[in-house]
């Protein structure tokens, strides 16, 4: 079996994380480095590379992913004003290779991004 990715060792319990939110198909926890006051990782159970992996039978689980952060950001308080963010490939910063959505909130983000 492949080795697992740093979020499913996080998913298995077998590295700390502070979990936010879980389901069958997802979970979420904060961000070891955030940007943002509120900075939430959401991240499927099916391992998903990248967006470039993305497969149309999965359309259903990325919009699930987004109506998490939409709970989310209304749970943590900054549901007037949040941010999501896929990073694809290493040009757009994205560091570990298992598909999540960024959850940032709780300051004013500007636009564009670095
Ligand atoms: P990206 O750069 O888009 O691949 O985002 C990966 C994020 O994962 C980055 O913002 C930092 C976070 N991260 C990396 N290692 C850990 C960890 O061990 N625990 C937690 N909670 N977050 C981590």
Same mark, same amino acid.
């Given at each position: 079996?492949?080795?697992?990715?740093?979020?499913?060792?996080? &998913?298995?319990?077998?590295?700390?994380?502070?979990?936010?939110?879980?389901? &069958?198909?997802?979970?979420?926890?904060?961000?070891?480095?955030?940007?943002?006051?509120?900075?939430?990782?959401?991240?499927?159970?099916?391992?998903?590379?990248?967006?470039?992996?993305?497969?149309?039978?999965?359309?259903?689980?990325?919009?699930?992913?987004?109506?998490?952060?939409?709970?989310?950001?209304?749970? &943590?308080?900054?549901?007037?004003?949040?941010?999501?963010?896929?990073?694809?490939?290493?040009?757009?910063?994205?560091?570990?290779?298992?598909?999540?959505?960024?959850?940032?909130?709780?300051?004013?983000?500007?636009?564009?991004?670095?």
């Amino acid at each position: 079996m492949a080795e697992k990715t740093l979020f499913q060792k996080i &998913e298995a319990g077998e590295m700390e994380a502070d979990i936010v939110y879980e389901d &069958e198909q997802c979970f979420a926890f904060r961000d070891i480095n955030p940007q943002a006051p509120v900075h939430i990782l959401i991240v499927p159970r099916k391992l998903i590379r990248d967006l470039n992996d993305l497969e149309a039978s999965d359309e259903p689980l990325v919009g699930h992913l987004f109506t998490g952060a939409q709970k989310l950001a209304a749970d &943590e308080g900054v549901g007037k004003g949040y941010r999501t963010v896929f990073n694809c490939g290493a040009d757009a910063g994205q560091s570990v290779d298992h598909l999540h959505l960024h959850l940032l909130g709780g300051r004013k983000l500007d636009w564009p991004p670095g």
